[in-house]
């Protein structure tokens, strides 16, 4: 299974409103990956968790809170988000070994966000 | 600090023509290097990956990239494009902690 999977596929959710997005992954992989996608941008880090503990943090707001219970599941809440965290969620994941840097990503479909 | 820049924020060739689409990078370690490509309302999947074994890189789908150390490239090419491959492709270079940083990227049209 070289698969990542994210649900839902879209969300739609008030400014008060509190959501997760959820993303799983059975290929053993050791670091999962959250990224923010704009339109016409590229995939901008969020958080990365290596054997479920956060080790990047990219100065996210607060209302983003990642959470990895085991090494196959990685989820995002969401909390008084801005009409301006509208975007495509990425998941991903990649082996995490001491060759970390040649590891390539495994990307999900992500999750399509929009805030109203 | 890792960078990759991308020449050519959209590309458009026909159908059966050559695909170049330019990646420069800036590094100040060996660098490895990745091109994926976006389907729209997808997500992103690898083509191939630079990792100092071979200069010259196969990968999926007919593309090709060619690592050019006096040039600081990495640009990837197709010899023959097909209309399937109009996507958006993304040059990446691995930074420290596992941060994968990626290019503005390069919108590929094929016309008819």
């Known amino acids: 299974d070289t698969e990542v999977t994210q649900t839902p596929k879209h969300l739609v959710m008030g400014m008060t409103n509190k959501k997760s997005l959820k993303c799983e992954q059975h290929?053993?992989?050791?670091?999962m990956y959250w990224y923010k996608q704009k339109a016409k941008k590229p995939p901008e880090l969020m958080f990365v968790?290596?054997?479920?503990?956060?080790?990047i943090n990219e100065s996210v707001p607060s209302r983003f809170s990642p959470e990895c219970p085991n090494s196959s599941l990685l989820n995002l809440h969401l909390h008084a988000l801005q009409p301006e965290d509208s975007a495509l969620y990425l998941c991903?994941?990649?082996?995490?070994?001491?060759?970390?840097?040649?590891?390539?990503?495994?990307f999900g479909p992500g999750t399509r966000l929009t805030v109203l | 600090a890792q960078s990759v820049t991308q020449l050519g924020s959209h590309v458009s060739v026909s159908e059966g023509a050559l695909v170049l689409l330019r990646c420069n990078y800036s590094?100040?370690?060996?660098?490895?290097l990745f091109w994926y490509v976006q389907y729209p309302n997808q997500g992103l999947q690898l083509l191939l990956k630079?990792?100092?074994?071979?200069?010259l890189v196969k990968g999926i789908n007919g593309f090709e990239a060619e690592f050019k150390k006096s040039e600081t490239s990495f640009h990837l090419t197709k010899p023959s494009a097909h209309m399937s491959d109009a996507a958006e492709y993304f040059c990446?270079?691995?930074?420290?902690?596992?941060?994968?940083?990626f290019g503005a990227g390069t919108i590929l049209r094929v016309k008819s």
């Open positions: 968790y290596s054997y479920e503990k956060l080790s």
């Open positions: 630079y990792t100092s074994a071979a200069t």
């Open positions: 990446a270079v691995t930074a420290y902690g596992n941060k994968l940083v």
């Open positions: 590094s100040s370690v060996p660098p490895y």
């Open positions: 991903a994941s990649s082996q995490d070994s001491q060759y970390w840097a040649y590891n390539e990503q495994f």
């Open positions: 290929m053993g992989h050791r670091a």
